[in-house]
């Protein structure tokens, strides 16, 4: 059967491949979609069966999405902080994935200046520049601050303290997330990042902290170790990233010692649909937000933030391939890829994994059924109505199809 998929000595898709040393038993990988699995920041149970759902229907590594560096990282309380008050219960869970055969990613989070964090220890979230900070506007929190050198420094050395702790909590690899609108985005971006130091201006300054979070990273983590970084190809908003800057940004982290690129896109602040194109989620935002000031911000603001993208496969498949000619180090494609042709189509150009989002939200055995068919084609219909479960008690999951999760 595999090798049907495996067209003129392109790689096999269910074949082995390693990352930094790191022996991945094939080519997908759960992509990091924030569970909201950590009630007051600690994992649960819930937690635990999620991700083994993944694991026994074939994923050759999955990523426990938005992993706060710190606790002042976080977009809302509920997300869980790298710290010692949750050692055991995450040791245990990346123990159990383990003994399900499946290796752990850690994907580090950090929202700068957007954030509804209501334990947040400081007056107000930090950005690279003094803004609106527009998730924590129900919150009376309107602001974000700028912050200074030595805030930058103490944000290096938290990036370092929770990859220590990643590491040796039993993570197998760390992806550093320097995409969708959060902290490292915001200072890559010249849109948000309108400092007049040494982190300001060309794309060289904008650059500088996400290579020294890098570099801090690695030292943590030493040589051995597999670090990936998301990024967004564009922030698809004017004055922002575009599909141009990725390609130097990726350059910048591959002479860096980035062992794999995420190639992504969008921002969750300010165009999310370019990330996950189908279904507009704006009509159900608007059905379940329970903020009075947040509804009225989306019937007055929602239809140019929620902007309409429909879904196409391998929707980011054209500017991916830039980057792939551009860099040396593994390429990890992500967005609508959903069918074995596609799985096939992306070996062919050279890409080594394969990220999966919705596809497995809807069905956690995709691997292992699309192992068993060659026409294989993935049920999601990209309807985007888990997004809206993001908040949800029982945590994000496929609404189309029951007993997905
Ligand atoms: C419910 C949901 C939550 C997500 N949360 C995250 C997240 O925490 N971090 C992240 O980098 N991307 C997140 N994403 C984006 C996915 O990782 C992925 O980039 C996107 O869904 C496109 O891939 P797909 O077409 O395979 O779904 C999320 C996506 C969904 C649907
Ligand atoms: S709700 Fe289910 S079918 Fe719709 S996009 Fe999400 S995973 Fe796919």
């Known amino acids: 059967m595999t090798d049907t998929l495996a067209r003129d000595g392109a790689a096999d898709c269910f074949s082995p491949a390693s990352i930094n040393g790191l022996e991945l038993k094939n080519r997908f990988i759960k992509a990091g979609t924030f569970e909201n699995m950590t009630p007051g920041g600690m994992p649960s149970e819930r937690l635990n069966i999620f991700h083994g759902a993944f694991a026994d229907g074939g994923i050759a590594m999955t ?74 506007l129900s919150r009376g929190m309107l602001f974000c601050d700028a912050m200074t050198l030595r805030d930058i420094d103490e944000l290096v050395a938290n990036y370092r303290k929770a990859a220590v702790f990643m590491k040796s ?42 290579l020294q979070v890098l570099a801090a990273v690695r030292q943590a983590v030493g040589k051995d ?17 575009h599909y141009d800057d990725s ?11 980035i062992d794999g690129i995420i190639t992504s896109g969008g921002t969750s602040t300010m165009n999310p649909m370019i990330m996950f194109r189908g279904g507009n989620i704006l009509p159900s935002m608007l059905k379940t937000e329970t903020s009075l ?26 500017q991916a391939k830039r980057i792939r000619d551009a860099v040396s180090c593994k390429m990890i494609y992500v967005g609508g890829a959903s069918s ?3 799985f096939a189509t992306l070996m062919e150009q050279g890409f080594d994994f394969i990220q999966l989002g919705r596809t497995l939200l809807s069905d956690p055995d995709l691997v292992n059924s699309a192992k068993l068919n060659a026409d294989f084609v993935s049920r999601c219909t990209h309807c985007n109505d888990c997004i809206s479960t993001i ?15």
Do not use: W
């Open 340 to 342: 074995n042709a596609s």
């Open 63 to 136: 990523t426990l999405g938005y992993c706060a560096v710190e606790m002042d990282g976080r977009l809302n309380e509920n997300m869980m902080y790298m710290h010692e008050g949750i050692r055991s219960q995450l040791s245990k869970l990346i123990a159990d994935l383990h003994g399900r055969g499946t290796k752990v990613s850690g994907q580090m989070g950090h929202c700068g200046g957007f954030s509804k964090n209501s334990e947040l220890s400081r007056k107000r979230p930090l950005g690279p520049s003094f803004g609106l900070n527009g998730l924590g």
């Open 293 to 318: 000031i947040m509804r009225l911000i989306l019937r007055l603001a929602g239809k140019s933030m929620f902007k309409d993208y429909p879904y196409h496969e391998l929707y980011f498949l054209e």
């Open 391 to 405: 908040e949800s008690p029982q945590g994000i999951h496929c609404t189309q199809f029951s007993g997905a999760q």
């Open 169 to 210: 909590v039993g993570f197998d690899a760390l992806e550093i997330h320097l995409g969708h609108g959060y902290g490292l985005c915001q200072f890559m971006s010249p849109k948000t990042n309108k400092r007049k130091d040494n982190y300001g201006g060309s794309l060289e300054n904008r650059m500088r902290l996400p």
């Open 225 to 241: 170790f597999p670090l990936l970084a998301k990024i967004s190809m564009t922030e698809g908003v004017r004055g922002g990233l």
């Open 247 to 257: 390609v130097a940004i990726s350059r910048f982290l591959d002479k860096a010692g």
